[in-house]
C-alpha cells in the first residue's frame, strides 16, 4: 500500500505561480513512477506530466510544456510540480499518483496504482 497526500493548492492570479508537493508513505519510493492528473469542473481528469524512478525522465501534457516542472526528492519520498504563468484554464483538482511496475513512463490513469485526495488549484482571472 502507497499513502499519497498532496499540498500547496491555494487561489493564486493568472501569471502567478505555486508548488505542489505530494508526500509519499508505505512503500519504497524510489521504487515509483509518480505522474500528477487534473480534474478541472465538468471534465475528466487529465495527465499533467509524470516523472521517472530516478528523475531522468519526465514528461508534459502540451497545455503546460514550458510552463510546468516536475521534480522529486527520494530522500524526502516526495514528488513536486512547479506551476509558473498560470492561467485559469489551468483551474482543477490536482492529484498525484503512484505506479508501482514497469517501466515506462505512462499518461493513462488506469497505468496508476495509488492516488492522493487531491489538492484545489484556483487560478483567477
Known amino acids: 500500500q502507497v499513502q499519497l497526500v498532496e499540498s500547496g493548492g491555494g487561489l493564486v492570479q493568472a501569471g502567478g505561480s505555486l508548488r505542489l508537493s505530494c508526500a509519499a508513505s508505505?512503500?519504497?519510493?524510489?521504487?515509483?513512477?509518480m505522474g500528477w492528473f487534473r480534474q478541472a469542473p465538468g471534465k475528466e481528469r487529465e495527465f499533467v506530466t509524470n516523472?521517472?524512478?530516478?528523475?531522468?525522465?519526465?514528461t508534459y501534457a502540451d497545455s503546460v510544456k514550458g510552463r510546468f516542472t516536475i521534480s522529486r526528492d527520494n530522500a524526502k519520498n516526495t514528488v513536486y510540480l512547479q506551476m509558473n504563468s498560470l492561467k485559469p484554464e489551468d483551474t482543477a483538482v490536482y492529484y498525484c499518483?503512484?505506479?508501482?511496475?514497469?517501466?515506462?513512463?505512462?499518461?493513462?490513469?488506469?497505468?496508476?496504482?495509488?492516488w492522493g485526495q487531491g489538492t484545489q488549484v484556483t487560478v483567477s482571472s
Open positions: 499518483a503512484a505506479k508501482v511496475g514497469g517501466l515506462m513512463l505512462a499518461d493513462r490513469e488506469a497505468s496508476y496504482d495509488y
Open positions: 508505505g512503500r519504497t519510493f524510489a521504487a515509483l513512477i
Open positions: 516523472i521517472s524512478r530516478n528523475s531522468g525522465s519526465t
